[in-house]
């Protein structure tokens, strides 16, 4: 329905506390974010955190010859 509407999907952000060593993904999230990759043909999406104080951590997906590796990234934000 979304290409149809001419929208792309490009992940899905969520939020963190703000203290110290939240700033990485937890299982749940990963666990997460390895569905959603199964469940598309994209093969790069984004999966930023959103931490309290105005701080975001960006991780991109890749999906290339089923497999799947999520690092932290940079993004733009424009």
Do not use: C
Not at 16 to 23: D, I, R, S
Not at 51 to 66: E, H, S, W
Request: charged share 15%; net charge positive.
């Amino acid at each position: 329905m979304w290409a149809a509407d001419g929208i792309t999907f490009y992940g899905v952000f969520h939020t963190h506390p703000g203290a110290p060593g939240y700033e990485r993904l937890s299982g749940a999230d990963t666990a997460y974010i390895q569905r959603i990759m199964r469940s598309t043909a994209a093969e790069l999406l984004y999966f930023p955190i959103v931490m309290a104080g105005k701080k975001l951590v960006p991780y991109a997906a890749r999906q290339q010859n089923g497999q799947i590796s999520i690092e932290k990234t940079v993004l733009t934000i424009v």
